[in-house]
């Protein structure tokens, strides 16, 4: 130890930072110790600044790994080895607190730079009562589960920090990267944890989930396949290979093949209910339950408020099985909606059979699907009288022992009902995409919204077509935050070298609204894509042009029934899709007019008028209700 008495001769920056800190000035503690420190102007006492206020931000594991290396130039304040066992015991490492106790008893501490952490930092002996097991991953878990993301990635980081080797913490890193997109860095970060501990079935599917975000999907299925090889009875693995096929073209026979698997695993491995399914109740009014659990989008979120508010109550009542309690904020835009509300994120298969039954559902929707794949047999517990799969659906099959399909069109299910209008109520969080960009002398500009699974090398090619046809356009497609990257832009020019038109596709970075504003027709890729977004598209005054075929195809096909352009933007094969480009960028008179006015375009669509939706959503389930009691 270097037996410093204090970090600095000179008070004044020491009660500066004292004073901003007391004030809870924590961003200007920031600003004044790193400006110091580019000073190099009092750099002991702007280094305990820096490691104060970054503790109150809750970073510690950053305090810890600062105090470390101040320790290490020889910066080892009398206060040094108190502080870390005080921090040790919060990040729950409790050998590593008792080390520093120790170490602490031999240089007592003078409390000068402990001032700096305020009265939030208990003594030693409270840190040491209140220990317990991985506080911060325990943290960053119950983030995860409440949708938070980017605290829950903080929190992670920081128990990294301090057990860099945790194998169970950077399983949940990299989850968390997944779910925040980073897929790069969490295939690194799962890639190193099979190298230390095997090949085990889940981190081989989150590899395979990685590897399809990233556009390789061969190898993500393949990992897929030797995950579910080496757990076949593993339902929720089957789930997450079955979702990732959505990116696989209809009626591909693989696909088929693993979805008919799938199914087999679910009605093989499931716990089934020896009762038969509940009658439907008596009377006029029905109780309606949506299953919710597993994170919503914000359209989606928006799409099944307006579905709530405009249901008849007169023939439904409403029971939401959601995430977490009403009162949490990720709730708020459902709170006045549903009648009755049940916190049924952590309930496994069976405790929510009995949870469902127990209230008297007539009809139990299915909102998450795939996003849960571990609940894939819910349906087998026969739980409700009518069990109906609607959203995140198999895009090549059915939901196992659903009775009731919400489809937009006809698949062939047992118990399939077609919504006019389709699945998706397209009027969510309206905007108007402003001037066409062609006509104020710009060139005319195709725009995508997609991920890099969506960009598939049939994809390209279709649009490869669109730009060999109309020769003076170009492609930009929309970054999302990772687009950009170095490496994604690298395989983006050659996926689209090969049919020679990387030359002419630019990466853009800007919100939505703000894209559609510089693009005068989008092209959607085939089979996938976000049906709501694109809806949002039209509604704003931009043509979206799709192949039917595949589900989200006919998904927007059925959105757009009824209004004169439906014709204008689904194609049913790649020369219709190149047609409808090549008419509406010949078109500048009619482009123009639709971008003025979409709504008048689109009166005769009911996925665009929320009344008419819900009315017609009702209708299905009404007469669903009467078709089921018809046949008891």
């Not at 500066?16 to 920031?30: C, N, Y």
């Not at 004044?32 to 190099?40: D, K, S, V």
């Not at 639709?594 to 689109?602: E, N, S, T, V």
């Amino acid at each position: 130890m270097s037996g410093m008495e204090s970090p600095s001769k000179a008070a004044g920056l020491y009660e500066q930072a004292k004073a901003l800190l007391d004030a809870g000035k924590v961003s200007e503690t920031l600003d004044l110790a790193e400006a110091h420190l580019a000073q190099g102007d009092e750099p002991d006492v702007a280094l305990m600044a820096l490691a104060a206020a970054s503790y109150r931000h809750g970073l510690i594991g950053n305090v810890i790994q600062l105090i470390h290396e101040m320790m290490a130039l020889g910066q080892d304040y009398p206060d040094s080895q108190e502080l870390l066992a005080i921090l040790y015991c919060q990040g729950g490492m409790l050998s590593k607190a008792l080390y520093h106790s120790k170490e602490a008893s031999i240089t007592k501490p003078d409390g000068r730079m402990i001032a700096l952490f305020g009265p939030e930092l208990p003594n030693f002996a409270d840190a040491l009562a209140r220990a317990s097991h991985k506080p911060l991953m325990r943290a960053a878990q119950a983030s995860l589960e409440a949708g938070d993301v980017g605290a829950a990635l903080v929190q992670v980081e920081q128990h990294l920090m301090i057990a860099p080797e945790d194998v169970e913490a950077i399983d949940l890193y990299a989850a968390a990267l997944m779910k925040d997109g980073q897929m790069d860095k969490a295939l690194g970060m799962l890639r190193s944890l099979v190298t230390l501990g095997g090949q085990k079935p889940t981190l081989l599917s989150r590899i395979g989930k990685c590897l399809t975000a990233m556009g390789r999907h061969q190898q993500g299925l393949a990992n897929h396949r030797l995950a579910t090889s080496l757990a076949p009875a593993a339902i929720s693995l089957w789930g997450d290979m079955v979702a990732d096929l959505a990116y696989v073209p209809a009626g591909h026979s693989e696909a088929v093949a693993l979805t008919e698997a799938w199914v087999k695993c679910v009605e093989t491995n499931a716990v089934k209910s020896p009762r038969p399914a509940p009658q439907l109740p008596q009377g006029n009014k029905h109780l309606v339950a949506f299953l919710c659990t597993a994170p919503l989008s914000p359209l989606e979120q928006e799409m099944l408020a307006a579905l709530l508010s405009n249901l008849d109550k007169a023939r439904f009542a409403t029971l939401g099985l959601g995430r977490g309690e009403l009162s949490a904020e990720h709730n708020t835009i459902f709170r006045g909606l549903f009648d009755r509300w049940r916190n049924a994120a952590d309930l496994d298969v069976l405790t929510l059979g009995a949870l469902v039954r127990g209230e008297g559902v007539s009809i139990l929707i299915d909102v998450d699907g795939l996003r849960s794949p571990a609940r894939a047999g819910l349906f087998l517990r026969k739980s409700a009288p009518l069990q109906c799969s609607w959203l995140n659906t198999p895009a090549h099959g059915a939901v196992p022992a659903a009775n009731m399909h919400l489809v937009s069109v006809e698949r062939g299910l047992d118990g399939e009902v077609v919504v006019p209008g389709g699945r998706y109520l397209c009027d969510v969080v309206p905007f108007s995409a402003g001037a066409l960009p062609s006509a104020s002398g710009n060139g005319f500009a195709f725009g995508a919204d997609v991920t890099l699974a969506e960009i598939t090398p049939d994809t390209a090619a279709l649009w490869a077509q669109v730009l060999g046809a109309l020769p003076d356009t170009t492609l930009l497609l929309r970054d999302r935050g990772r687009l950009s990257e170095q490496e994604n832009v690298t395989a983006l020019i050659e996926l689209f070298g090969n049919f020679g038109v990387a030359h002419r596709i630019d990466v853009v970075g800007a919100e939505l609204e703000v894209f559609c504003s510089q693009v005068d027709v989008m092209l959607a890729p085939s089979p996938r894509f976000d049906v709501l977004q694109a809806g949002r598209c039209v509604l704003a005054g931009v043509p979206v042009l799709a192949l039917s075929g595949s589900v989200s195809g006919d998904d927007l096909a059925a959105a757009l029934n009824g209004s004169p352009v439906a014709g204008r933007m689904v194609a049913g094969d790649s020369a219709g899709y190149v047609e409808n480009a090549r008419q509406w960028c010949q078109d500048g008179t009619g482009l123009a007019a639709y971008r003025a006015a979409p709504k008048a375009a689109l009166a005769g669509a009911v996925s665009f008028d929320r009344v008419a939706y819900v009315r017609a959503f009702g209708e299905c389930l009404s007469q669903a209700i009467s078709r089921k009691a018809a046949a008891e």
